[in-house]
């Protein structure tokens, strides 16, 4: 939590001190260029220039206030719960493995989206709760060990309403930019296997209830079973990742998953936030060396056509930056193929 509050500060820091319009950043928080300065996962980066370090540091970086003060909640309370019963070293396993493995499946599928959070760890130490709850079922909701005491049972009900509440509303933040569902149930999966292996299980026969042999020996499998299947996925999703050219993702619908453009009844130009690649267009512009306004320029859009010729002088741009800013509009307004092939 230290950490990522120092980041957050840092984050702001570099943007200027300054908070982006809501149209931009929903989250009341940096620009995605700052974002991406301080070490925000972008597939093309990480592929390309080899900065593999993009695949931790998302996991301390925040999109803004909200959903850094969202984040921090979420990771005292779940946090706190798994600590206090399996140790640091357990904790510390299910938080990192988890925002790693969603972060690589983030950039797998995603990878035009620039994305940040600590989402993915916080939903591995879920995906831990969620693995701890099914794998004690029978001693959580037993009438057995519970004869006496029905309303302990409520209450396990009430916490487990509670963790599903708050994967709803963690799935909802990631329809907005730079927070992605990718990472979020990536880490989820990854954190319920991984606790399959780290947590440590209280068995029945503490409440004098015997546990017979096959019971014992399919403990041993889910262990394994946990073990494996995490060692494996990590891996695969890391070959076709450096296989990739870290621009095309394998599942084109899949950005939906992660995104929905917004507001749902705004004119598509009016909209908040899109679910299109013009983000990351490239361009050639030519200046008026007179007035240094900058005139036309030629656009390769997201399906690799080229766009040549778009007037700028219209709008009198003379601010590099600026014109940086407004190249998903541009893009939008002339390209007839806003999706990467």
């Known amino acids: 939590m230290v950490i990522c509050t120092a980041c957050l500060i840092l984050s702001i820091g570099v943007n200027g001190w300054q908070i982006e319009p809501l149209s931009i950043n929903p989250m009341i928080g940096p620009s995605a260029e700052t974002l991406i300065k301080v070490g925000a996962k ?5 592929v390309q220039e080899n900065e593999w370090f993009r695949l931790f540091s998302p996991m301390v970086l925040h999109a803004g206030i909200i959903h850094f003060v969202l984040n921090m909640v ?6 706190y719960a798994v600590e206090m019963n399996h ?3 357990a904790i510390a396993i299910l938080f990192i493995v988890p925002a790693i493995g969603g972060t690589l499946l983030s950039a797998l599928f995603l990878p035009e989206y620039i994305s940040v959070g600590a989402s993915g760890g916080i939903f ?26 029905d309303g302990q049972r409520f209450r396990n009900v009430k916490v487990l309403v509670w963790l599903l509440v708050d994967i709803l509303l963690n ?15 990536g880490g989820m999966v990854y954190g319920f296997l ?19 042999f096959l019971s014992r020996f399919q403990n041993i499998l889910v262990r394994l079973f946990g073990t494996i299947l995490s060692i494996a996925l990590i891996l695969i999703t890391f070959i076709v990742l450096i296989r990739s050219d870290g621009k095309r993702t394998p599942c084109k619908g899949c950005r939906y998953v992660s995104c929905v453009p917004f507001p749902f009844w705004a004119e598509y130009e009016d909209k908040w936030w899109y679910c299109d690649d013009c983000d ?20 390769t859009c997201p399906d690799d056509e080229i766009v040549l010729n778009i007037d700028l002088s219209v709008d009198a741009i003379s601010d590099k930056a600026f014109l940086q800013k407004q190249l998903p509009k541009y893009c939008r307004e002339n390209c007839d193929g806003i999706f990467a092939n």
């Open 42 to 46: 972008q597939t093309s980066l990480i």
């Open 87 to 89: 140790g640091f070293f």
């Open 74 to 79: 979420a990771l005292w309370f779940i946090g």
């Open 171 to 185: 799935v909802l933040i990631g329809l907005t930019p730079f927070v992605d569902n990718f990472t979020h149930l």
């Open 194 to 212: 991984c606790a399959l292996t780290k947590l440590e299980r209280l068995s029945k026969s503490f409440f004098g209830v015997q546990k017979g």
């Open 280 to 299: 990351n267009v490239e361009v050639e512009v030519r200046q008026n060396t007179m007035n240094q306004v900058y005139s036309s320029m030629n656009m």
């Open 124 to 149: 591995g130490l879920i995906g831990a709760c969620i693995a701890d709850i099914t794998t004690n079922w029978n001693l959580l909701f037993s009438k057995e060990v519970n004869i006496s005491n």
